[in-house]
């Protein structure tokens, strides 16, 4: 098994809906495992983008950092980037592009990573404050998200798509960050329009999932809630 044919997840969006926010992973211990993904900070700190084996931070405030090795993380998905569907795009729509990919691919049933590197016309974002012990469920906390907006904006798109049975391991469907080229504009994406770019596609035959269980929160945790699908869909899309 090459290590580019694998997706590396810790933790799941599951943990998250009840508000175990606390980081579990060490980013320098993450980056083994990838050099491109997304996720987020220990605490729900914002939103994370990884992109040539670097994690930048974008904060509630907007703002964009990279972060230390020792910073923590409760949830992210990584990778190692070996794109090989790559093709040449120019205004289309976020649900165009993603429409395209299922007629021209059988995706439907698999994980893959997906970017795109170029100029977008528009792109809206979010990322929410950190959260403070207590910490409320994820559906509450995302109710502090901060909305951000771009146009004519240089940037690189990345993220996954992941088939409906692992709703709740992950966000089915499409979820995806972004990260302005000059490291001023992120987040969590909630809509773009490509104006002229490059998009690439990933496939995975091996998902590595990687749980908390030395964490005593996660442990004891009761994570059978019948509300989880909706919970997760009102916080991620």
């Known amino acids: ?31 083994t495992h990838g050099d491109t993904g997304i ?9 994370m983008v990884i992109l040539e084996g ?5 904060s509630g405030k907007g703002k964009v950092r990279e972060m230390s090795p020792d910073e923590l993380t409760p949830f992210a998905n990584v990778h190692f980037d070996d794109a090989t569907n790559d093709y040449d ?6 649900d165009a592009l993603e429409q395209e990919i299922f007629k021209a691919h059988p995706f439907a049933n698999q994980f893959f990573a997906y970017r795109i590197v170029g100029t977008f016309s528009h792109v ?4 929410i404050d950190k959260q403070k012990p207590p910490y409320p469920p994820l559906a509450e906390a995302a ?7 771009a146009d004519n904006v240089a940037g690189t798109l ?6 409906d049975l692992y709703q709740g391991t992950t966000s089915a469907g499409f979820h995806v960050h972004f990260l302005s080229d000059d490291h001023k504009f992120g987040g969590h994406v909630l809509v773009y329009a490509l104006k002229e770019g490059k998009v690439s596609l990933q496939t995975f035959s091996d998902f590595n999932l990687h749980l908390p269980v030395h964490d005593s929160r996660f442990v004891r945790a009761d994570l059978n809630d019948p509300e989880l699908d909706k919970q997760i869909k009102d916080a991620e899309h």
Request: charged fraction near 25%.
């Open 1 to 31: 098994m090459a290590k580019e044919d694998v997706l590396y997840q810790h933790g799941t969006l599951a943990l998250l809906v009840p508000g175990l926010y606390d980081g579990t992973m060490s980013i320098s211990e993450l980056l």
């Open 39 to 47: 996720g987020t900070a220990d605490g729900l700190d914002g939103e």
């Open 54 to 58: 670097k994690a930048y931070q974008i």
């Open 89 to 94: 795009r120019k205004d289309m729509t976020s």
């Open 124 to 127: 809206e974002t979010r990322a």
């Open 143 to 149: 109710k502090s998200q901060h909305i951000f907006k």
């Open 158 to 163: 990345i993220g996954y798509y992941s088939p």
